[in-house]
């Protein structure tokens, strides 16, 4: 059983075809170029998978996407040392690009 990790966002979406989970985490870092298409984008929080059978657990954060080799990376039960490939041969042919400026602060509003 999948569950996020704050500051993620879990929540769910119910069609026809059943219920999907659906997983949102805050970009906290990276770099983007639009053209031609290059980037690192860093994300805070992770997901916490959990057998409630068994008790069994194991934790994947401080997500990375490399844009440039196609590769989703996280760190493994909060050990820098234990940073593991997790998506291969993304595809980036339906994303778009908008030019947005962001302005980050510490603390909350």
Known sequence: MPVAVLPGVQGARIAKSGVTVVLSFPVNRGRLNARPLQATIGHAS???????????????????????????TAIVNGNPKERVPLLRRLGFACAKVCDVRHQFAHGRP
């Open 46 to 72: 992770g997901i916490l998978f959990l057998d409630p059978m068994t008790g069994k657990q194991i934790e994947v954060s401080s997500f990375v996407i490399n844009v440039d080799e196609r590769l989703l």
